[in-house]
């Protein structure tokens, strides 16, 4: 046999063996023998590398590293879904169906709906040539060598009857077992655990070594093949034939003859959901028949022929230990539950936000109350009820603080707001500790490698007052703090003396001056240019300024009025720290001038800061909330309905990211 010949049987038997072990369970040899012949194929590879082939069996182990992702346009969008949740929603999208296509009976596919992040595979004659994000929808990121190392993804189809290219779609995901050992992993090296498997899922996609990403137990399960119409007459049969292909298609799929087998199937999963060894959300109800699906075609956000139906977000009972109270850098409260730990849709939750006074005095929540936890979309679970039929006959009501936990301070409120604060701004220390750590955050003056803890050590040790004190430290005042290597402390240093690059507008930002935002904080640099004009401007002056109202001018000119924040900017300015305005470069184009921009929700293909560096680029404003002189809302995924229904009532054109670049060619 030629060298050419050996490698070229080694990589077929390497691929058949992978789908018999990842695929069909049944493996025909010993894992031993797998990693020898593995080991063979490398070692060939290695000698001869005009054999390279970047679908080969060893390319599976990771290695790449991406820098940058290459953005890559969808041969077909990938849309999103329609949401059901109930059978009524499903009665009504079934009779408009029937309608469009003149028919009274329907049969379908129930898959379930897989909580992780979407994935377009495409294939040039039968190897793997691109795996693409969703992205926004019309365009991904390019992430095939992470894919590569998903062992049930093929890197290489052996059947005869695939076309000659074709387009499939996943959902990548992360099992709960391998979702708690990660998580293991990282409390035992004193990391914070991940949040969810489905945030995990999509940030291994982004992770730039394949190595991490070929450490970490993902799975692609397969749902959709994307090819001439021709080759299959319905889903059930896509499906089966993405099977025989070697994708990885989970059993669980079924074909209903009617909408009355699709609730069965509902009620069936809605109930054994808990069993699966990953979560998902709900199912996805396909028109099983595809040139009903072509006919039925989509809507501008997605498919009329499908319909994805939602469970209802998991609830469990648990104990309310206790309610602590968290003091914020602005002194803003935050009461929060510390609950019995609980496991609930795959992670265990110990606490749940309450909000604010007023939100436990609706609850009525008494200490030691058996109550109900949901997992909503946020991260922080919500506690929804209270079991009375549990409560002791004793227990008080849970009343809220009157003095600041930290400091002893009687707490404030004010008459139009739900939170208290705690007023002793300059004396409460985790007040002190949140405004540092504002000020070096990545969006304020970005200084690396200080953690909340280590600022705390350095205000106890006497080491700063303020965050204006961080420019006189040294690198000999940093080294006896606990933890702190010399070589990180080095680079803090060093990260602080870069920060005094950072422009005006983000000093004013990370100044921490309430309402303050990042947006406020360029418009009121723009419009004042200085920090001496701003700190003497009147209240008139500062309303003057567009998006600019009483809250937040009263808020400008408190912050100024304190003579120890006058002290702190001298400390700033000694230190030549950016206080005054550089000249800007001019726009890109003009595209946008005159236009006034809403940009609201969340966007994959860029950042919102992004979106809108764009926007002012091309001429174009940015303003905070919808009115008549809005010109357009750039909605991204998960824009509140509020913001929406207002925009339409206005009559305000909802346009998406993609829709606001094409806006910018010529
Ligand atoms: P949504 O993001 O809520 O609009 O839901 C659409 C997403 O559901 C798609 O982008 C897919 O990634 C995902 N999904 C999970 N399971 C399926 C499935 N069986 N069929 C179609 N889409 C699915
Ligand atoms: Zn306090």
Redesign the pocket.
Known sequence: MTVAEKISTLRKELHEHNTRYYLEDAPVISDQVFDEKLAALKTLEDAHPAFFDPNSPTQRVGGAITKNFNTVMHEHR??????SYNKQDLLDWEARMCKILGVTALDYTC?????????SLTYVNGKLSQAVT?GDGFQGDEVTNNIKTINTVPLQISSNDVPETFTI???IILPLEGFKAMNAARIRAGEEPYMNPRNTASGSLKLQDSNLVAARPLDC?L??IVADRSLFKTQLESLKTATRWGFYVPKH?THAANMDAVLLYLNEWEEKRSTLPYE??GV?I?VNNLAFQEELGYTAK?PRW?M?Y?FKAEAVETQLQDVVYQVGRTGAITPVAQLTPVLLGGTIVKRASLHNADFIADLDLHHHDTVSVEKGGEIIPKITAINTSKRQPNSVAVRYITNCPECNTALERNPDEAQHYCPNSNGCLPQRVGRVAHFISRKAMDIDGLGAETIQLMMQNNLINSYADLYTISEIDLVPLERLAEKSAQNIIKAIAASIEAPFSRVLFALGIRYVGQTVAKKLAQHFGSIDALSTATADELEAVDEIGTRIAESVIAFFASTENHQIIAQLRAASVQLEQQAEEGPVSNALADLRFVVSGVFTAFSRDELKMLIEQHGGKIVSSISSKTSYVVAG?NMGPAKKNKAESLGVPIISAQELQRMLIP
């Open positions: 990938m849309y999103s879904l329609d949401n898959e379930l709906k897989y909580d992780g992040a979407s994935i969703r779609r996943g959902e399960f749902y959709q799929y998902i959300d996805v396909k997605s499908a994805a939602k995924d």
